[in-house]
């Protein structure tokens, strides 16, 4: 755990997003618009393995979700989306000098047909304090 608590040190914080997209999905009828990513040092067991705490906040719909992170050295992944929230896998990141580039993943094991190429990208700095 130690060599992922160095990989996860260069994703800490909170990230506000500066640009992103708006994802809409026709089969739902949501829209999706993602304001904040926070990723906490707090160690979360998850089955077997050891993630960190974080929260992602979205504008549209106004909803805080808990989720769980683990840090590599290339990207962050996001995990813990409930399923009635929509099809979506997590986040996938990479800093990018001092920001955070990344997208919404989908998951294709619920179903949902997405055109070729949808994406929810964002990029997000940190936030000031």
Known sequence: MHLAGRYAER??????????????L??????????DVVLDSTRVVVGRTCHFA???VFRVPRDTLPVTWIGYPE???VYGWPAELGPFAGVSATRV????????LY???LGLQVRPGA?????AGRARR
């Not at 739902?28 to 304001?35: E, H, I, M, V």
Request: overall charge positive.
């Open 97 to 104: 000098g001092d920001s955070l580039a990344g997208a919404i």
């Open 75 to 77: 990207q962050v992944l």
């Open 54 to 56: 974080g929260t992602l």
């Open 11 to 24: 994703y800490l914080g909170h990230w506000v997003v500066a640009r992103g997209d708006t994802l809409t």
């Open 119 to 123: 994406t929810a990208r964002f990029m």
């Open 26 to 35: 026709p089969q739902l009828g949501d829209r999706f618009k993602l304001t």
């Open 107 to 109: 998951d294709a094991r």
